[in-house]
């Protein structure tokens, strides 16, 4: 039997399980991440020992489609509501070992309810913006300005963020350009201190939210003179806000919730086994 949790940020899901992955990890993934024949989930996230003596707690990181990602700023906010809940820490300042890198947290417990964390916020590290680049994708013609927050975005500002097609964020994230894919957001500047935003991410498709790639927007924005540094941005995600800072030196701060879902067991030698191409 298999112990999870499902937790979400924004709707951004995972499923949750303490200990480290299994040789079947990628196949697991796409099993029980399957909406109609799983459990249903962006993907799971194993919190693990370690590699670092810095940190406090390891994870590793398994897209729907069983690719594994280097880094999930929803996730890791998840990651520190699970430890600090179920008592695994008394601690409210965390280091986490990311095949990314060590990312710092900073725990906000319910005032309510002060044994539950409420909202995290991830210290993400520095943000590596690139100039933008023109690319044809789709008989179109976009500027996509590439981002590394530990994992790859291509970020495209656009007057209207509710009507950008999808599937030319599809198309991008998954351009021969890219080896290996890219996260890909369109985003709405609403005013210097608030940004709309969509995004496919790949491995997983089209979600609710992306922390990294709101991280990514926002740092964007800074580079391209939307945004001021030092200064809290709201940005509107379809499941919800992230507050990010992006400070003068690149390094960016990301606040957001963190809500378990439900807890339980599960027989995934039972279920039915999905292809890689599904």
Do not use: W
Not at 128 to 150: E, H, N, P, Y
Request: charged share 15%; hydrophobic share 40%.
């Amino acid at each position: 039997m298999l112990q999870f949790v499902k937790m979400h940020g924004l709707g951004n899901d995972y499923l949750y399980v303490y200990g480290p992955p299994p040789a079947d990890a990628p196949a697991l993934s796409r099993l029980l991440s399957d909406r109609h024949f799983g459990i249903g989930s962006d993907g799971m996230i194993y919190i693990t020992p370690p590699n670092s003596p810095a940190a406090d707690f390891g994870m590793r990181i398994f897209n729907a489609d069983g690719s594994e990602a280097m880094m999930c700023g929803n996730g890791i906010r998840c990651v520190g509501k699970y430890v600090y809940d179920r008592g695994y820490t008394d601690k409210t300042e965390l280091v986490i070992d990311t095949p990314a890198g060590l990312r710092r947290l900073t725990l906000h417990p319910d005032p309510e309810n002060p044994a539950q964390i409420a909202s995290v916020t991830v210290d993400m590290g520095i943000a590596a913006v690139d100039d933008a680049r023109s690319m044809d994708v789709c008989g179109q013609t976009l500027s996509v300005i590439l981002v590394s927050v530990g994992n790859p975005h291509g970020v495209i500002f656009t007057e209207d963020a509710e009507q950008f097609p999808m599937n030319l964020l599809a198309a991008v994230s998954t351009h021969p350009t890219f080896a290996g894919g890219v996260n890909a957001e369109c985003a709405r500047v609403l005013s210097p201190t608030s940004l709309r935003m969509r995004v496919y991410e790949r491995g997983s498709g089209i979600t609710l939210a992306c922390g990294t790639g709101a991280c990514a927007v926002c740092a964007a924005a800074v580079r391209c003179g939307f945004s001021p540094a030092d200064t809290p941005i709201t940005v509107h995600l379809d499941g919800g806000e992230l507050t990010v800072t992006v400070r003068p030196n690149g390094t960016v701060l990301m606040t957001g919730e963190a809500v378990s879902v439900c807890e339980g067991q599960t027989c995934p030698d039972s279920m039915r086994i999905l292809p890689d191409s599904m």
